[in-house]
T-cell receptor, first 111, second 111 residues
Framework: GAGVSQSPSNKVTEKGKDVELRCDPI?????LYWYRQSLGQGLEFLIY????????KSGLPSDRFSAERTGGSVSTLTIQRTQQEDSAVYLC?????????FGPGTRLTVL | QQPVQSPQAVILREGEDAVINCSSS?????VHWYRQKHGEAPVFLMI?????EQKGHEKISASFNEKKQQSSLYLTASQLSYSGTYFC????????????FGTGTLLAVQP
């Protein structure tokens, strides 16, 4: 079956611009996660959606970052006024129970 | 709060064994292990729930000592395909399905 998909796969933007990253989770998965992975680093938790509950935003690094999940399915991570330190791979994962399935990621480069 | 993994990196010859450790400063409900190959998304290996069980997956197995808040991943008779970065993801008792990933262990298996 189809796995988690993310778009775009690569995004190059200029400092100060806004970007939107999209995640399509596995159908039927109630939980959706966003992570950030800088070059050679680990997985930094950003935000977690579970069903209709309020999202856990505890990992968002600043108020320039926001995310929404429409209809309990597709999610969009928005970064406003991008900075060079935002450059990283942004990974989305979904799960129905405990096991998380990751998408291929979006590589964001801020010039 | 982030679990600490050791070693940070290990180089093996094919057929050799390795142990990767994951240690948390907080009580745990479960530990998840993932492997990430270069340029790819993390892939789930196994989950261990509290109870000290040991699980296996071919020649890769793991144990979880909830009292010590530690988990270990055992790779026996390593193969080239085992190369990658291994992450443990820990789940605290009151944050169901939300994982905090460890610092990662880079494993390189050479012919």
């Amino acid at each position: 079956g189809a796995g988690v998909s993310q778009s775009p796969s690569n995004k190059v933007t200029e400092k100060g611009k806004d970007v939107e990253l999209r995640c399509d989770p596995i159908s039927g998965h109630t939980a959706l996660y966003w992570y950030r992975q800088s070059l050679g680093q680990g997985l930094e938790f950003l935000i977690y959606f579970q069903g209709n509950s309020a999202p856990d935003k505890s990992g968002l690094p600043s108020d320039r970052f926001s995310a929404e999940r429409t209809g309990g399915s597709v999610s969009t991570l928005t970064i406003q006024r991008t900075q060079q330190e935002d450059s990283a791979v942004y990974l989305c994962a979904s799960s129905s129970q405990a096991t998380q399935y990751f998408g291929p990621g979006t590589r964001l480069t801020v010039l | 709060q982030q679990p600490v993994q050791s070693p940070q990196a290990v180089i093996l010859r094919e057929g050799e064994d390795a142990v990767i450790n994951c240690s948390s400063s907080k009580a745990l409900y479960s530990v998840h292990w993932y492997r990430q190959k270069h340029g790819e998304a993390p892939v789930f290996l196994m989950i261990l729930l509290k109870g000290g069980e040991q699980k296996g997956h071919e020649k890769i197995s793991a144990s979880f000592n909830e009292k010590k808040q530690q988990s270990s991943l055992y790779l026996t008779a390593s193969q080239l395909s085992y190369s990658g970065t291994y992450f443990c993801g820990t789940e605290p008792p009151r944050a169901t399905n939300k994982l905090i990933f460890g610092t990662g262990t880079l494993l390189a298996v050479q012919p």
